[in-house]
């Protein structure tokens, strides 16, 4: 590796306006990239990471300015922060290529997403739209996409979460820039495609001597490919260091914080430690909730009669019919059986388009099946015309943006589904149960009248949480409720999951990607493959002895197994 820096950012200070005044947001940062090196930016959601990467692009919104510093790329050895957006335009896609964090709202919804990596191909390198479709065919196929004709004639709407982004990696490597800027490249992927995307930015490095910018709110993720870590809170770089150095004897409460609040394999978990309590120089009682290994709430007993049955399961979706041609039917869930029994948290795990969310919003009565489903030993068809059933049992969506209504005060959002059911004699008991929710979720009684545009993806999956309990539940599905939510306040609101369940004795279905968070809420847990559940067991047999080649296959997909936390 040249020992030469590629980038230098040097007292970088970003600031918005508040008032008559600006805030600053970005408070003097430096660091520095050489040629061919990865460093990894981590830190929680509103540390100034983004709009850090977003400077350097000079992409930052129109009512944030930059409050000096200077931003040196050898490349073309100039200021990116002097020039105007005509050069930068030159440098975007070909010098510096960047993948944004949000898939869908940084594809174009009305162009395929093939034409859409040729065209960036197009602008920035002189070859015919033969050879720029041929090589966009080839990207699609390096970052791990399948069935390369369909996903190439697709708008963006027709793919999934993890396809989207896996399309966006491509248009950013497809003109082998001397700096890529991955902001959050894999936080939409399932364990096995997120390591071959990480093995994909390493061999990126090894060919091209591509230098990279990884920014993750996953000290796990970084950690596999970083050469050196930055870490930054509120603004601030409170520590750069060597991933050993950082993963190993971190210096900095906040970086101890962000270590130890991510679940980790092998470890037995009560409640995860938070951020704030590593702030408050209390180590020493976070660390001692990780050893020795704490006992569940309750051990749950499966002597007694399920509270949901599920038998020979199957969904389908429905044939795409066109003057031309028919499309077979989808089958995404396939003779699928298990049961959940009272006060049990069942884990359901498998890669992107396994069939998990579909199998969620089948229980949830929200996707046509086929097969019986029996909950409290009554069978689903039954209690479908009982409105009381959508009461009885909820689901919590993984997009904590899109889940609320964003033209309905979180109060009303809350409130609307107690009306429905009939909860509270009358408005005023209503809106105190709202208030005692939301401060039971950690929010504040002042919330009731905000929305949801006003809150951060955290706050928004908390009020999501809030408004599922509103109408007394028993059984909710937590659909990738915590995908979207940095480590901090993903341990929140995990522990939050699991003392409502203890206060309340609630059961769940606990759907995710990400193995290590599913063994710490789970009593079991179901792997599926295809559409299929290959292997079901208790959580410690799924992790020290599988059964299933695919299941080992998750596991060892893991990221930071090799890193000391």
């Not at 970003?14 to 930016?41: D, M």
């Not at 390198?125 to 041929?134: D, L, V």
């Not at 990207?139 to 708008?155: A, P, T």
């Not at 203890?502 to 792997?527: C, G, K, N, P």
């Amino acid at each position: 590796m040249e020992n030469k820096d590629l980038l230098s950012v040097q007292d970088l200070s970003i600031a918005f306006p508040q008032g008559k005044g600006f805030k600053r947001v970005v408070e003097h940062i430096n660091f520095n990239i050489q040629t061919g090196e990865i460093i990894g930016l981590v830190g929680e959601s509103g540390s100034g990471k983004s709009l850090s990467a977003l400077a350097i692009m000079g992409l930052l919104p129109k009512n944030a300015s930059l409050q000096g510093g200077q931003i040196y790329f050898q490349t073309v050895d100039q200021d990116l922060s002097q020039l105007k957006n005509k050069a930068l335009e030159s440098i975007r896609g070909q010098k510096i290529g960047m993948i944004f964090q949000e898939p869908m709202s940084s594809l174009n919804p009305v162009l395929k997403c093939g034409h859409q990596i040729e065209e960036t191909i197009l602008i920035h390198q002189k070859i015919s739209a033969t050879e720029a479709k041929a090589l966009s065919l080839e990207w699609m196929e390096r970052v791990g996409l399948k069935d390369l004709s369909r996903i190439y004639q697709s708008y963006p709407h027709q793919l999934s979460g993890g396809q989207k982004q896996r399309i966006m990696i491509a248009m950013a490597m497809c003109c082998n820039p001397d700096l890529l800027i991955a902001d959050e490249p894999t936080t939409a992927l399932d364990v096995t495609v997120q390591k071959k995307i990480l093995e994909l930015l390493l061999q990126l490095r090894k060919d091209l001597g591509t230098s990279i910018l990884l920014i993750s709110h996953d000290l796990a993720v970084v950690g596999e490919i970083a050469d050196r870590v930055i870490v930054m809170q509120a603004g601030k770089v409170v520590e750069i260091e060597s991933t050993k150095t950082i993963f190993k004897t971190p210096s900095h409460p906040y970086t101890q914080g962000l270590l130890a609040c991510k679940p980790v394999l092998g470890k037995n978990y009560h409640r995860l430690p938070t951020i704030q309590s590593f702030l408050e120089n209390q180590q020493k009682e976070a660390s001692d909730k990780l050893t020795p290994p704490l006992q569940p709430i309750a051990e749950v007993d499966y002597s007694q009669t399920p509270v949901l049955i599920a038998e020979d399961l199957n969904v389908f979706y429905a044939a795409k019919r066109s003057w031309w041609k028919s499309d077979a039917a989808f089958q995404a869930v396939k003779n699928v059986s298990f049961e959940i029994y009272p006060g049990e948290t069942l884990g359901l795990v498998g890669e992107s388009g396994c069939g998990k969310s579909t199998l969620g919003k089948a229980i949830a009565q929200l996707k046509d099946y086929t097969g019986t489903i029996q909950f409290d030993q009554q069978n689903y068809q039954t209690l479908a015309a009982d409105r009381n059933f959508y009461r009885l049992v909820q689901i919590i969506f993984q997009d904590p943006y899109s889940a609320l209504n964003p033209r309905l005060p979180i109060g009303e959002a809350i409130t609307e589904p107690m009306r429905v059911h009939k909860i509270g004699e009358n408005e005023a008991e209503r809106k105190v149960k709202t208030i005692d929710l939301l401060k039971r979720v950690g929010l504040e009684e002042a919330d009731y009248i905000k929305y949801p545009h006003q809150f951060s993806g955290g706050q928004r999956q908390r009020i999501s949480i809030a408004r599922a309990l509103s109408v007394q539940p028993r059984f909710i599905i937590c659909d990738e409720v915590v995908s979207a939510l940095d480590v901090s306040v993903q341990a929140q609101v995990l522990n939050l999951l699991k003392d409502l369940q203890a206060e309340q004795d609630l059961t769940y279905l606990f759907i995710s990607h990400d193995l290590a968070i599913v063994q710490f809420m789970s009593d079991r847990i179901a792997v599926m493959e295809a559409g299929r559940i290959v292997e079901l067991a208790k959580t410690e047999d799924i992790y020290s002895k599988p059964q299933s080649t695919y299941t080992q296959i998750l596991i060892d997909a893991i990221p930071g197994q090799k890193l000391a936390f």
